[in-house]
């Protein structure tokens, strides 16, 4: 079944540091693939999204590349800030149609910045 | 602009009891989905809402049930509760035919003795 694997963590790392979080898949087809990042006390919130093979996704410096042949969406950063402590979720989705459905989320990845 | 609203925020239940959570979707949106998030663990999808009616069904036993109504909030009712129901119960939303990004509220911490 369809599944996505994220590095363990937590992840602590200096301010201005740089930042990788490993993501794999696990799907048929050609799934959408996100980053989804939950700060302390707020909801999920969307960060950045890639729908097809090749294409990258970016958003407040963080970005992540579509890899078909490896599975894979890291998601990096290449200078992290203590703003950026929090949660994150790689999740995807086989969902073709124009309104999205179900996600299916990896177990989330805890990133601390020291400053 | 309100968001996704879910309440309560926490509550305490004890086994084999009944629990209703309640979500407003953002303003605009008409779909809902409901995810269940345990400790340590990523959401996992339970179920899509849209013209009153269960769109998609993840893999969770009939003792969890859903409602839309006609102002398009939603419920997740949750039966006979286990320990293992236990978690971070999210609602998210989006407009149907339209909505490329879910919207998520800050959820309903439910615990179970």
């Known amino acids: 079944g369809d599944s996505v694997t994220q590095m363990e963590g937590p992840v602590t790392l200096s301010e201005e540091a740089f930042l990788t979080i490993n993501c794999t898949y696990t799907?048929?087809?050609?799934?959408?693939l996100f980053w989804y990042v939950q700060y302390p006390g707020e909801g999920l919130q969307l960060l950045l999204k890639a729908t097809k093979a090749d294409d990258k996704g970016s958003n407040k410096g963080f970005e992540a590349t579509y890899r078909k042949e490896t599975t894979s969406f890291h998601l990096e950063k290449g200078s992290v800030q203590v703003s950026d402590s929090a949660v994150y979720f790689c999740?995807?989705?086989?969902?073709?149609?124009?309104?999205?459905?179900?996600?299916?989320f990896g177990r989330g990845t805890q990133l601390t910045v020291w400053p | 602009d309100a968001g996704v609203t879910q309440s309560p925020t926490h509550l305490i239940k004890t086994r084999g009891q009944q629990v209703t959570l309640r979500c407003s979707p953002k303003?605009?949106?008409?779909?809902v989905s409901w995810y269940q998030q345990a400790l340590g663990q990523g959401p996992q999808f339970i179920f899509q809402?849209?013209?009153?009616?269960?769109?998609q069904r993840g893999n969770f036993p009939d003792r969890f049930s859903g409602h839309q109504f006609p102002n398009y909030s939603s419920e997740l009712n949750v039966n006979a509760l286990l320990l293992g129901d236990s978690a971070l119960y999210l609602c998210a939303s989006t407009q149907i035919d339209r909505g490329r990004e879910l919207f998520f509220g800050e959820g309903s911490r439910l615990t179970v003795l």
């Open positions: 809402y849209y013209e009153e009616e269960e769109r």
């Open positions: 799907a048929t087809g050609y799934p959408s």
């Open positions: 303003s605009g949106h008409d779909t």
């Open positions: 999740a995807l989705t086989r969902d073709r149609g124009s309104t999205l459905g179900r996600l299916y």
